[in-house]
């Protein structure tokens, strides 16, 4: 089994910026070569990825979010981050922390974000 709690969520005003985390524990033997996704969800749409961390410094965004947002991680917490910049109202969703492990798909339980004056 593995365990990811997100942190970091709120509200902020357009333009703001706001860092989330999420910490992975439980049965992984190298958090340094696994891949690390944010996913979000809007009222009413799909769950989307947002960027995904692959290990070995590759990185991907969605097109909406380059350039503002950022995937990071600190292997010797276990944790990969997402500094979200220049937040805009449609970056208003629930932020989920992804990863796939031994043939499973397991996630966070979410953090609202809310973008909103």
């Known amino acids: 089994q593995v365990q990811l709690v997100e942190s970091g969520g709120g509200v902020v005003q357009p333009g703001g910026s706001l860092r989330l985390s999420c910490a992975v524990s439980g049965s992984i033997s190298s958090f340094n070569t696994m891949a690390m996704a944010w996913f979000r969800q809007a009222p009413g749409k799909e769950r989307e990825l947002v960027a995904i961390?692959?290990?070995?410094?590759?990185?991907n965004y969605d097109d909406s979010v380059k350039g503002r947002f950022t995937i990071s991680r600190e292997n010797a917490k276990n944790t990969v981050y997402l500094q979200m910049n220049y937040l805009k109202s449609e970056d208003t969703a629930v932020y989920y922390c992804?990863?796939?492990?031994?043939?499973?798909?397991?996630w966070g339980q979410g953090t609202q974000v809310t973008v909103s004056s």
């Open positions: 961390s692959k290990g070995g410094g590759v990185t």
């Open positions: 992804h990863c796939y492990v031994a043939g499973s798909n397991y």
